[in-house]
């Protein structure tokens, strides 16, 4: 599903590179924690799946594409397959959460009857059923994250990739958003994620990449936080 | 819906930021009036050249001692010339006459005149009447003639202050279209910031590049097509009120604006309009968004 081989990058005027010789292979399905300490590389990885940035060497290959290789113009449909969440939610303050998914639908072609029955099932999901028309500002932060995580899911992508998505929740609504991503996990989806939440590593139990100055140091099925 | 999202966004980029697309359209407005004055003034040139051109003649002027050898030996010489196309003689009387015709608003200059006064001519028609010249070269030094004159060298003058006036309203147009460029440039820029959030959500869930860049590069085509529709009225107005206001006295001397020709200008100005905001627009989101 995810391939990265021996992948190095090297921003202009960095002094060491963020990712150096890196290689991950996740299979489909797979739930992947990526942790390490700031500025270790691991951001940069997201942003290479999502062919935001390439990489100097090696080769990126996502579903099965050669992301490496990928003309620019071929990034939005590309962007299709891939769910993202974020730490600071980036929803727009004036649409309710019903919009906010719907806007995802909509800018991509899709008509406003798929909308009105795919985001009602979808809110419901991430346990947000009746609360369709408040405003971002009238939810909670682990709300306001349900609705992004509802927003990257309305696809039914292959791939959810997660920055941080509980660096701005408190520890209980945290592990609320983590157990509303297991379940994504259940239903095929392949989860990235990105973190340095170390209760949750621990909690989830799951396969952990230890990133640290751009290394891979460890690669653990089932792994906990440091 | 993807349509309509497209045109009220559109609509909403223009409100949101209303004083500004109001300067956009309106310097868009006068650089499309000063390029469509141009155009017309082009057009029209044209048309005065044709007619007068058409009928301009060089007048060779005789001596008063010319003899009758002098003078035949002068018309066969012209009959011979390629460069002449026409020749005719005009003698004392019929100079006289014409005189008389031309000056009839005036009876104490033609009383003053004599009929024998009033040199013999040739008038010619010049096959290229830009070939003066050699013609002029030719007969100035033959026996019996007095002078040469090429009324082309007058209609020159004037033709050359029409093209002035014309490559000024050019130059205006220029001069405008950089100052409404920038601004189409600025507003979009303020657009762009404006929809911030909404475009990262676009490109990160995928939406088509053209279906991000659509509502600005149209807003800016809007803008562009109201001002061109503001510069016909201009122009309309102009030709109301100036040609056929208080120039229509120089009627005769001018060849005629029709609204045809302001019809006929208008999708140059429409199009120049819209393309280049479009251009500008869509320049400004690639530096600007990097979509």
């Avoid at chain 1, 509980?166 to 609504?173: A, E, M, Q, S, V």
């Avoid at chain 2, 500004?20 to 003034?41: D, E, P, Q």
Wanted: net charge positive; hydrophobic share 45%.
């Amino acid at each position: 599903m995810i391939q990265l081989e021996q992948v190095t990058k090297t921003y202009p005027k960095a002094s060491r590179p963020s990712l150096d010789n890196v290689s991950v292979s996740i299979e489909k399905g797979e739930f992947v924690f990526f942790i390490g300490p700031s500025g270790s590389g691991k951001s940069t990885i997201i942003k290479m799946l999502l062919h935001e940035v390439a990489p100097n060497k090696g080769r990126v290959v996502v579903n099965g594409k050669d992301v490496t290789s990928m003309r620019s113009w071929k990034r939005p449909h590309f962007r299709r397959s891939i769910g993202c969440v974020f730490q600071d939610f980036r929803l727009l303050p004036n649409r309710t959460a019903y919009e906010n998914v719907a806007f995802a639908l909509e800018v991509i072609g899709k008509t406003k009857a798929v909308a009105r029955r795919v985001v009602p099932e979808v809110l419901e999901l991430v346990g947000l059923g009746g609360k369709e028309h408040r405003y971002p500002h009238e939810l909670s932060g682990g709300e306001q994250q349900r609705v992004a995580v509802a927003r990257a899911f309305v696809n039914r992508p292959l791939i959810l990739l997660a920055d941080e998505p509980t660096g701005n929740l408190d520890p209980d609504t945290s592990i609320e958003i983590m157990r509303l991503l297991d379940r994504i996990n259940r239903t095929g989806t392949t989860v990235v994620m990105v973190t340095h939440d170390s209760n949750i590593v621990n909690q989830m139990r799951r396969r952990v990449v230890e990133i640290e100055s751009g290394r891979i140091v460890r690669d653990q099925a089932r792994g906990v936080y440091g | 819906m993807r349509v309509k999202y497209v045109l009220s966004e559109v609509l909403v980029g223009l409100w949101r930021n209303v004083t500004m697309s109001i300067a956009m359209i309106i310097t868009m407005a006068v650089s499309l009036t000063m390029l469509g004055a141009s155009g017309l003034m082009y057009r029209q040139v044209d048309d005065m050249k044709d007619l007068y051109y058409k009928n301009i003649e060089v007048s060779i002027f005789l001596t008063q001692e010319v003899t009758e050898q002098e003078r035949t030996d002068l018309q066969t010489k012209l009959d011979g010339d390629p460069l002449v196309k026409d020749v005719f003689y005009v003698n004392k009387d019929e100079a006289y006459k014409r005189f008389k015709e031309m000056y009839q608003d005036a009876p104490d200059l033609v009383n003053a005149v004599k009929p024998d006064q009033l040199p013999e001519a040739f008038r010619l028609k010049l096959n290229n009447p830009e070939q003066y010249k050699d013609v002029y070269d030719q007969y100035k030094d033959t026996a019996g003639v007095e002078e040469i004159i090429d009324q082309s060298r007058l209609l020159d003058k004037i033709f050359n202050i029409l093209t002035s006036i014309q490559n000024i309203a050019l130059a205006a147009a220029i001069v405008m279209a950089v100052a409404a460029l920038l601004l189409v440039a600025n507003t979009i820029q303020v657009a762009a910031y404006s929809k911030r959030r909404e475009v990262a959500v676009m490109k990160l869930v995928g939406a088509s590049n053209w279906f991000i860049q659509a509502p600005f590069v149209l807003e800016a085509v809007v803008a562009g097509l109201i001002g061109s529709l503001l510069g016909l009225v201009a122009l309309v107005a102009a030709k109301y009120l100036l040609f056929d206001g208080s120039l229509s006295a120089l009627q005769g001397l001018l060849s005629p604006i029709t609204w045809g020709d302001i019809l006929f200008i208008f999708p140059l100005m429409a199009g120049v309009g819209g393309l280049v905001s479009a251009g500008t627009a869509w320049i400004t989101l690639r530096f600007y968004l990097r979509v």
